[in-house]
Nanobody
Framework: QVQLVESGGGLVQAGGSLRLSCAAS????????MGWFRQAPGKEREFAAG????????LYADSVKGRFTISRDNAKNTVDLQMIGLKPEDTATYYC????????????????????WGKGTLVTVSS
């Protein structure tokens, strides 16, 4: 099993930046593709960014492309999401998620494809 704990959320003005971090338990972190999903009030959870097991493949939702950067450190069991140019529509609870199996380049982009979830961290962007 993998336990995930997010940190770094908070209140920021539009145009500002935040860095989210996800710390994972367990010795097999490198066996999991990792993703960041987000859920705004009244909306479904959506994919924001994902990174393959070895970090060589990365995917972003169109809505965050060019503004968000996902990275991982398999030695430290962490995956980060650097967010710049934040907009009010980025306001959401951000969840870290992990998925095992698949090829080294596999990155699930749906909630159903992820196996483990953190409890989330709230990001609020004021206009």
């Amino acid at each position: 099993q993998v336990q995930l704990v997010e940190s770094g959320g908070g209140l920021v003005q539009a145009g500002g930046s935040l860095r989210l971090s996800c710390a994972a338990s367990g010795r097999t972190f490198g066996s999991y593709a990792m993703g960041w999903f987000r859920q705004a009030p009244g909306k479904e959870r959506e994919f924001a960014a994902g990174i393959s097991r070895n970090g060589e493949r990365i995917l972003y939702a169109d809505s965050v492309k060019g503004r968000f950067t996902i990275s991982r450190d398999n030695a430290k069991n962490t995956v980060d999401l650097q967010m710049i140019g934040l907009k009010p529509e980025d306001t959401a609870t951000y969840y870290c998620a992990a998925a095992g199996g698949g090829s080294y380049s596999y990155i699930p982009r749906t909630s159903a494809g992820m196996e483990y979830w953190g409890k989330g961290t709230l990001v609020t962007v004021s206009s």
